[in-house]
């Protein structure tokens, strides 16, 4: 098992806590260009995973701002973000959310 787990890590590309520190600007263009993510490291050590937003998180965030409202405001008490549910029966924002970060790992 544990082979599966490195060959799947070294699909991800690295990169250090002191480039993050150093390079903040670069690192984020790596990251847009990194759709599964950046780990990052400390004394080669991994210890974070930054994941870029997908495509529908962004055009979430794009139209609650448009809408006037701030995206990152629509948490619940626990923090986590709230079911947005439709009453048609489709699955929730959240789900599809989650469901796409799945997809993505």
Not at 68 to 95: C, I, K, N
């Amino acid at each position: 098992m544990s082979d599966i787990v490195t060959i799947l890590t070294d699909m991800i590309e690295h990169v250090t806590m002191r480039r993050l520190s150093r390079e903040p600007a670069a690192v984020l263009e790596q990251l847009a260009h990194a759709p599964r993510g950046l780990i990052v490291t400390r004394d080669g050590i991994e210890i974070a995973r930054i994941t870029p937003l997908s495509p529908i998180e962004r055009a979430w965030r794009d139209a609650m701002r448009d809408a006037g409202h701030d995206p990152d405001a629509f948490t619940g008490v626990t923090g986590e973000p709230l079911e947005l549910a439709p009453d048609d029966g489709r699955p929730s924002l959240s789900q599809l959310l989650a469901d796409q970060r799945d997809d993505e790992r």
